[in-house]
């Protein structure tokens, strides 16, 4: 009689080795996505951050603060109080309502009480500015300037 023969064979460990490729393969690129989809959002947080501090100092220091911007269409950088800054991952942003009050491209919120100069542009009222990853398959973000208070609302972008 011969004894049983213990350990895996040359195709048993192929087979083990090939499923564990094609998982590995799904999990790297569902986690590719989620970092492109991180660094979109890290864009638009940077953005929205900055619009609320100038509201905050408008209304703490009673001087007008603005974010502002020169040009149209897909912008890499603005200023936020003159100081110039980037949106990081190579991210863009475009103004696409109520984007221009007094000539001048951006939001300004006005001291005392830190309301947004050009509150009655848009539509609904605010600004709509939509953020783009360089990266096709990664859906915009919408940052939104709500009405007269200058609210600032991070959205999914609907319809782009």
């Not at 009480?113 to 973000?141: D, K, Q």
Request: net charge positive; glycine share 12%.
């Amino acid at each position: 009689m011969r004894e049983a023969q213990q350990g895996l064979t040359l195709l048993e460990l192929l087979i083990v080795l090939a499923i564990l490729g094609i998982l590995m393969s799904l999990a790297g690129v569902n986690f590719i996505r989620a970092m492109r989809t991180a660094e979109l959002r890290e864009a638009a947080t940077q953005l929205s951050t900055d619009l609320v501090r100038m509201r905050s100092l408008a209304q703490q220091q009673s001087v007008n603060h603005a974010v502002t911007w020169s040009g149209n269409g897909p912008l890499t950088g603005y200023a936020a109080d003159g100081r110039s800054r980037t949106l990081p991952n190579r991210a863009t942003f475009e103004c696409l309502l109520g984007c221009t009050a007094a000539g001048v491209s951006g939001a300004t919120y006005v001291a005392p009480s830190g309301e947004l100069l050009n509150a009655g542009a848009g539509a609904a009222g605010g600004t709509v500015m939509v953020v783009r990853s360089p990266f096709a398959e990664i859906p915009p973000l919408e940052v939104r300037l709500v009405g007269l208070t200058g609210k600032v609302i991070v959205t999914r972008a609907v319809g782009l």
